[in-house]
């Protein structure tokens, strides 16, 4: 049962001084995720308290199934904005019909993640390199950061890429309101102080470092209460500063999503990519703070783990969710345990939707645009791009068109752009392997690229690495590769693959090595094989290649060079470089 359900093997260990812990992690993650719950859910285009119900039975959940145990589940900031992007075309903001396409998409997602991880389909987020993942989030973080703009400045402007929303803002700006962009600018002026400069201030101040932590970590909550408090006793919302309004004051209610067959129809493919990008991200933080602790975390168990949090807020009046970086990350700081941790900030939310929400009538949505501007600038990271154009084209190009296309036309359209470009990505690479030409290295038995090092090799006697694996892809570029090198040279008694580095041929590379095999035997020319693996070799043994290949298969290339070389020349000079 512990396969399906962790809780029960953390649970049976479960100590005293771990729950002080999680507690004490529970209280600082909670009081960052309040505003930033509210700002999220303001983002996706939903009414505040989405946000908080998004964050409550989600991370319940998750405490049960999921194996990681600092991450914590909740709204998102990319996701927030795929969430927006999606149903913004099914339905119209603020009516009855987007909130529950809201909660249809979060109950498509979490079935796919729930179907991706009962079916162990957790290697299917290694589709996607990182370049390019890189590459989408930080496009997505300037989306996001330009999209509360309008918030900022006290206008209305709309747009899902960068052009629109650019377009838009220009044409509005003549309707700023003053007072709102002077909370807006200070709101964003204090966090990005709060966040750079107030842990070390108070450090220097003398405080522990624990209690500077939290109180750093507390930032937004005291640019909420202040500009709240500001509203609330200047009247400023009578003043054209748009306020966040009533919240209701319960917990997270029990809803349906829809099930309109033409909803789900056109909720599919945004949900299957909200699902990849969300797993994605959340993997990636449970596997780096795992790591930290010499923790495991099982991929297939996330998806179910995630996919039973977003099924939970389809049903709890949320949307979708997954694991967020920066709340992780705060809370393997304060020194979480367990996933009980997110259980406590779980009621945590819970209390503060019960008994606080009155409290955040006047807060202004300024407010809630700086903190979700601090949090998602932080993601931007362009740097990918000379980090990327210095150690591979192929990747910058990959990268480069996720960016342009994410900002051009949308999220969507910018995380297909992203999977496709990885696929192809690795179609390109793996299809012309590299393929090196080897020689003895002079007085031992290691050999090595005839390019790079200085060798022995026997005009008769050719021998070929080919450092990728085999399959349909690059099957015919080997063959090609073969005839034209036997071609060129009629001195060629003897052709050795040497297959150190190959660890799977498929079906269409079998007829392949059978067609170059039946080729060489029409012009004499044996064919070798050299350092086949075990299991490669038990697939060949299960054909019959085997049986009529007209050469030989050596347990290494120095019985090979020591069976087929007649009459070895001079060492041959190779370019001074490294590699094989």
């Known amino acids: 049962m512990t396969r399906y359900l962790p809780i029960l093997e953390w649970g049976r260990d479960y100590t005293r001084a771990a729950l002080s812990r999680d507690l004490l992690a529970a209280v600082i993650v909670t009081i960052m995720l309040i505003p930033q719950s509210l700002a999220y859910a303001l983002l996706a285009g939903l009414p505040p308290e989405a946000g908080i119900y998004a964050s409550i039975v989600p991370i319940l959940l998750y405490a049960v199934f999921g194996t990681s145990r600092v991450l914590a589940v909740g709204p998102v900031a990319v996701v927030s904005l795929m969430t927006a992007a999606a149903i913004g075309q099914v339905a119209q903001q603020g009516t009855a019909g987007y909130a529950v396409a809201a909660l249809t998409l979060a109950g498509l997602s979490g079935a796919m993640l729930l179907a991706m991880g009962l079916l162990r389909l957790g290697f299917l987020a290694n589709f996607l390199s990182h370049p390019v993942i890189a590459g989408f989030i930080s496009a997505s973080g300037i989306l996001i950061a330009a999209s509360q703009l309008k918030h900022i400045l006290g206008i209305s402007a709309e747009g899902h890429t960068l052009i629109e929303?650019?377009?838009?803002?220009?044409?509005?700006?003549?309707?700023?309101?003053?007072?709102?962009?002077?909370?807006?600018?200070?709101?964003?002026?204090?966090?990005?102080?709060?966040?750079?400069?107030?842990?070390?201030?108070?450090?220097?101040?003398?405080?522990?470092?624990?209690?500077?932590?939290?109180?750093?970590?507390?930032?937004?909550?005291?640019?909420?209460?202040?500009?709240?408090?500001?509203?609330?006793?200047?009247?400023?919302?009578?003043?054209?500063?748009?306020?966040?309004?009533?919240?209701?004051?319960?917990?997270?209610?029990?809803?349906?999503?829809?099930?309109?067959?033409?909803?789900?129809?056109?909720?599919?493919?945004?949900?299957?990519?909200?699902?990849?990008?969300?797993?994605?991200?959340?993997?990636?933080?449970?596997?780096?703070?795992?790591?930290?602790?010499?923790?495991?975390?099982?991929?297939?168990?996330?998806?179910?783990?995630?996919?039973?949090?977003?099924?939970?807020?389809?049903?709890?009046?949320?949307?979708?969710?997954?694991?967020?970086?920066?709340?992780?990350?705060?809370?393997?700081?304060?020194?979480?345990?367990?996933?009980?941790?997110?259980?406590?900030?779980?009621?945590?939310?819970?209390?503060?939707?019960?008994?606080?929400?009155?409290?955040?009538?006047?807060?202004?949505?300024?407010?809630?645009?700086?903190?979700?501007?601090?949090?998602?600038?932080?993601?931007?990271d362009l740097s990918i791009l000379s980090k990327t154009w210095r150690y591979s084209r192929a990747d910058f190009t990959a990268v480069a068109s996720t960016i342009a296309l994410t900002l051009a036309f949308g999220v969507e359209i910018g995380v297909s752009a992203g999977v496709l470009a990885s696929i192809v990505l690795h179609l390109l690479k793996t299809s012309k392997p590299h393929v090196a030409e080897v020689g003895l290295v002079p007085g031992s038995q290691h050999f090595r690229n005839i390019n790079r090092h200085k060798v022995e090799t026997d005009p008769a006697l050719v021998?070929?690495?080919?450092?990728?694996?085999?399959?349909?892809?690059?099957?015919?570029?080997?063959?090609?590769?073969?005839?034209?090198?036997?071609?060129?040279?009629?001195?060629?008694?003897?052709?050795?693959?040497?297959?150190?580095?190959?660890?799977?041929?498929?079906?269409?590379?079998?007829?392949?090595?059978?067609?170059?095999?039946?080729?060489?035997?029409?012009?004499?020319?044996?064919?070798?094989?050299?350092?086949?693996?075990?299991?490669?070799?038990?697939?060949?043994?299960?054909?019959?290649?085997?049986?009529?290949?007209?050469?030989?298969?050596?347990?290494?290339?120095?019985?090979?060079?020591?069976?087929?070389?007649?009459?070895?020349?001079?060492?041959?000079?190779?370019?001074?470089?490294?590699?094989?």
Not at 215 to 220: D, L, N, V
Not at 268 to 285: D, N, Q, R
Not at 359 to 376: K, Q
Not at 540 to 553: E, I, K, M, W
Request: some cysteine.
């Open 165 to 380: 929303l650019a377009g838009a803002l220009l044409a509005n700006l003549g309707q700023f309101n003053p007072i709102t962009l002077a909370i807006g600018v200070l709101a964003t002026g204090f966090l990005f102080w709060v966040r750079a400069h107030l842990k070390p201030t108070l450090r220097r101040a003398g405080l522990p470092p624990r209690l500077a932590d939290v109180i750093a970590k507390a930032g937004p909550v005291a640019a909420v209460a202040a500009s709240t408090a500001a509203v609330w006793a200047f009247g400023l919302d009578g003043q054209g500063v748009r306020i966040v309004g009533p919240v209701p004051q319960s917990l997270p209610p029990f809803t349906l999503p829809g099930f309109a067959p033409e909803l789900v129809r056109q909720l599919l493919l945004p949900a299957l990519l909200i699902s990849i990008i969300g797993f994605v991200e959340s993997i990636s933080v449970a596997q780096t703070l795992a790591a930290r602790r010499r923790q495991r975390i099982d991929p297939d168990q996330e998806l179910i783990g995630l996919g039973a949090a977003n099924i939970g807020a389809a049903f709890s009046g949320g949307y979708p969710v997954t694991g967020g970086f920066a709340r992780s990350v705060v809370n393997f700081d304060a020194g979480a345990e367990t996933p009980a941790a997110g259980a406590f900030t779980a009621l945590g939310l819970a209390v503060a939707a019960v008994a606080l929400t009155p409290l955040v009538y006047y807060l202004p949505n300024a407010t809630l645009a700086a903190t979700i501007i601090v949090a998602v600038l932080g993601l931007v």
């Open 463 to 580: 021998t070929l690495r080919v450092d990728e694996s085999l399959y349909f892809v690059n099957a015919r570029f080997l063959e090609d590769l073969l005839v034209r090198r036997v071609a060129d040279h009629p001195e060629i008694r003897n052709v050795v693959l040497m297959c150190s580095a190959i660890n799977e041929i498929d079906y269409s590379a079998l007829e392949s090595l059978e067609a170059i095999n039946a080729r060489l035997t029409e012009q004499g020319i044996g064919l070798h094989l050299s350092e086949v693996k075990g299991p490669v070799m038990d697939r060949l043994r299960a054909t019959h290649f085997l049986d009529g290949l007209n050469g030989r298969v050596f347990l290494s290339q120095y019985d090979a060079w020591a069976a087929l070389a007649t009459a070895p020349g001079a060492a041959r000079d190779g370019a001074a470089a490294g590699g094989g």
